[in-house]
């Protein structure tokens, strides 16, 4: 009789989010995680002071209500709105693309002039398309917002982000942006937004209680790739090709670095997050960390300040996996290894690695919680 109802491989938000339902209905897990921290992708260090995103900025968002209750159930959340600005070669640009934007680029001040501008600016693409869905990333942005935004705050960005022309990436990508004829930077449709005050260390400390964890040890490397004899099911939250030895070949994946420095100055930019949008810069945005958490005059109480430039890259061996590549060759190679894992009746796959997709922080959760809850039929998710 295996120790363990669960053995968890990743502690990351799904790893971590599963673990506390099992718990709390008296199920046994072990989490277990190859990095020396818990929490996956939204741990975070302290510098000077300052709760620094290690593995890029992580705003909380979301209009479930249930995953919302959820996280603030665990620790308190801030009143932190994402409004990143966008520079291109020294102009500055609000974003999402709004009417602060249109503003900016164009000097229009009423919602029609800008509707009239960017119906110009689609026109030509519109027409290239003679009726069908635009197919691809610069096709759906040319479409949306016209010539104008795509060369300035779209092209360029994305190319640095993905490694790959516009005309070879989905076009769901750049869908995640809202277009807004009113003067609202805030850059999420949600009903909710945050950050924890106590940091997401502490969610998930909350998450991970009444767990057995264990770090610094690869699923893979470890006694435990045997797991029966640990635990009578595994949640997998590693990457879905590793599982099955890339058998089909390997998923390929973005990651991205991260410079982080200490600058002698309470305030260096002013925001959470500047966009680069120029190909000339090499990193895609900066972050300045307090800033999620400061708000007015509270930024000046450290006289010190920690900003990090994001860079993003091919994958390569001993690299980080972090953005999913969803074009056509990856996307059936993903389908190939999902049909594979359908036949592991065990085995959970879950999270932004396991399940080969572009997930934010609050769909794992609650893609956790409906997992837990069909294993579970007895426990209803309303009653997290
Ligand atoms: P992860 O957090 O990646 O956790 C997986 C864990 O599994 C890791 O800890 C890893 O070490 C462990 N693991 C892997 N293989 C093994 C193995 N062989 N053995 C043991 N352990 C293993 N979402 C938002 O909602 N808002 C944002 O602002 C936001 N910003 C982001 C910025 C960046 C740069 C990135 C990359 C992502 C961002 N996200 C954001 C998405 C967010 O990070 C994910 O949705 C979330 O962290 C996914 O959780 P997860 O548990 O699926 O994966
Ligand atoms: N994007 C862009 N310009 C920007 C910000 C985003 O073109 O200034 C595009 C880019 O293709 C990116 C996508 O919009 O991949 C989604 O952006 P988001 O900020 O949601 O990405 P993430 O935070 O996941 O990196």
Request: proline fraction near 5%; include cysteine.
């Amino acid at each position: 009789m295996p120790k363990y109802d669960y053995l968890i491989v990743g502690s990351g938000l799904f790893g971590a989010t599963f673990a506390h339902l099992a718990t709390r209905r008296g199920l046994r897990c072990l989490v277990i995680d190859k990095r020396p921290h818990a929490g996956g992708n939204v741990y975070q260090d302290t510098i000077e002071g300052i709760a620094v995103h290690t593995y890029g900025a992580h705003i909380f968002h979301t209009s479930d209500r249930t995953v919302w209750d959820f996280v603030c159930g665990l620790t308190p959340f801030n009143r932190f709105t994402n409004a990143p600005v966008a520079n291109f070669k020294g102009r500055l640009f609000n974003l999402p693309f709004n009417m602060n934007t249109f503003h900016q680029l164009w000097g229009v001040t009423t919602p029609a002039e800008a509707e009239a501008e960017i119906e110009r600016q689609k026109a030509e693409a519109v027409a290239r398309l003679e009726g069908r869905q635009p197919t691809n990333l610069e096709e759906q942005a040319l479409t949306l917002v016209g010539r104008d935004i795509y060369e300035i705050l779209i092209k360029e960005y994305t190319e640095k982000q993905w490694g790959r022309p516009c005309t070879a990436l989905p076009a769901f990508i750049i869908r995640r942006l809202p277009v807004r004829l009113v003067y609202d930077n805030n850059y999420f449709n949600n009903l909710y937004q945050g950050i924890p005050t106590e940091g997401y260390n502490a969610l998930i400390d909350r998450l991970l209680e009444g767990s057995d964890v264990q770090l610094a040890t690869d699923f893979f490397e470890s006694p435990y790739h045997d797991w029966r004899a640990t635990a009578r099911q595994l949640v997998y939250t590693g990457p879905l090709d590793r599982y099955f030895n890339y058998d089909l070949g390997r998923l390929d994946w973005r990651t991205v670095t991260f410079r982080t420095r200490v600058e002698d100055t309470p305030n260096y930019q002013g925001n959470a997050v500047v966009n680069y949008t120029s190909a000339e810069v090499p990193y895609t945005r900066v972050i300045e960390h307090k800033h999620f958490t400061c708000f007015g005059s509270e930024v000046y109480a450290n006289p010190r300040t920690v900003v990090s430039e994001e860079y993003s890259a091919e994958y390569h061996e001993g690299a980080e996996p972090y953005y999913p590549v969803n074009d056509a060759r990856n996307d059936a190679l993903a389908a190939a290894y999902r049909e594979r894992a359908e036949r592991e009746p065990d085995v959970v796959f879950g999270g932004r690695l396991a399940q080969y997709r572009y997930y934010d922080m609050a769909p794992v959760i609650a893609e956790a919680m409906h997992r837990f809850a069909e294993l579970h039929p007895d426990c209803a998710t309303t009653n997290i």
